[in-house]
């Protein structure tokens, strides 16, 4: 996204400026929703499975959606197409499996701490996409 600021050194605003770093960033942000689409395609009844741990019904429908998020909406975020409906897709979907998996406040001790430290990092995986979907807007009312 160029244009950044004049305090930033020369340095860092080549970087920013530089349009493979969005490329990159996107690719980070994405990666390991596309990295799990692709085994839950590939491994159809282990994604049924994992829905099933998750106790979330009908569990082949679940895992159909989450096959479907998780390998369309990074394309979305990566190509800068509709980048609010793939960020917000993957934010929905990580908010869900955030509440379902990383219950921590039904724990106690270690198990709780690992839970929580859980619930915190997918909620910056959300942020990332918030972040993403906004800058993507900033930049199309750039142009």
């Not at 860092?12 to 990295?35: E, H, K, Q």
């Not at 159809?44 to 082949?60: D, M, S, T």
């Not at 197409?81 to 001790?109: C, M, P, S």
Request: aromatic share 14%; charged share 15%; net charge neutral.
């Amino acid at each position: 996204m160029p244009g950044f600021g004049k305090r930033n050194p020369r340095w860092v605003n080549a970087i920013l400026d530089w349009r493979g770093t969005w490329v990159l960033a996107r690719v980070a942000l994405t990666g390991a929703y596309l990295v799990g689409g692709f085994s839950k395609l590939f491994d159809f009844q282990a994604a049924i499975a994992e829905q099933a741990r998750f106790g979330l019904q009908p569990v082949w429908l679940w895992a159909a959606l989450a096959v479907l998020v998780e390998l369309v909406a990074p394309l979305l975020i990566i190509f800068g197409r509709f980048v609010w409906l793939g960020a917000g897709a993957i934010a929905i979907e990580t908010a869900i499996i955030t509440f379902v998996v990383n219950d921590f406040w039904h724990l106690q001790g270690h198990a709780r701490f690992l839970a929580m430290s859980g619930f915190l990092e997918h909620w910056g995986l959300i942020g990332g996409c918030v972040l993403a979907a906004l800058l993507a807007e900033h930049d199309q009312r750039e142009r």
